[in-house]
């Protein structure tokens, strides 16, 4: 078995406490060393709230990016993230302002703009959302190699079915 490679920046110990399913321990470790930091490190910060993510604590995982912000204001993956994580903790109105704030720095994030589909879909603004919805599309099929506006059509996601097991036939039916 291959041994996980500790991501740039995050706490080891706590990586590996993780990867021995100690996850409370994890939890603790980098806590502990966040705890140690005057200026908290986006990047410790990010591997707790994946740690809370992971175990479905979406309004937690929130509450420690949004303190996060404190120090880095304008940290993508820390917008992104907390954009997510508040989308999911079902707190759709700071999703929507998070998501757009992504927006800001990174105008093509299609994860933003999934974020912003369904957070305003979830607050009932279904015309913005699926202006949003169509965004997060485009981003994924350009993700996939597909131009949504040359017109590639079924042929090209025909292909992309293929690849990703589905059958070959764009739904799926074999």
């Not at 021995?20 to 986006?42: D, F, H, M, T, Y």
Request: charged fraction near 20%.
């Amino acid at each position: 078995m291959a041994s996980k490679v500790v991501p740039d920046g995050w706490d080891a110990p706590s990586f590996v406490a993780w990867g021995q399913g100690e996850k409370q321990e994890a939890i603790n470790l980098v806590l502990a060393r966040l705890n140690q930091q005057q200026k908290k490190s986006p990047l410790l910060t990010l591997q707790l709230s994946y740690y809370l993510f992971f175990l479905n604590d979406f309004r937690a995982a929130a509450h420690f990016l949004s303190l996060q912000l404190k120090d880095t204001p304008k940290h993508p993956e820390v917008l992104l993230n907390l954009a997510v994580c508040c989308g999911r903790g079902k707190q759709h109105s700071e999703a929507v302002h998070f998501a757009k704030k992504v927006l800001e720095i990174d105008p093509n994030s299609y994860v933003a703009f999934d974020v912003l589909a369904n957070s305003l879909y979830s607050l009932n603004l279904y015309q913005e959302a699926a202006l949003a919805g169509a965004r997060s599309l485009e981003g994924h099929l350009r993700g996939v190699g597909i131009d949504p506006h040359r017109g590639d059509g079924p042929d090209r996601v025909h292909h992309v079915g293929a690849r990703r097991g589905r059958g070959g036939h764009p739904d799926g039916r074999g």
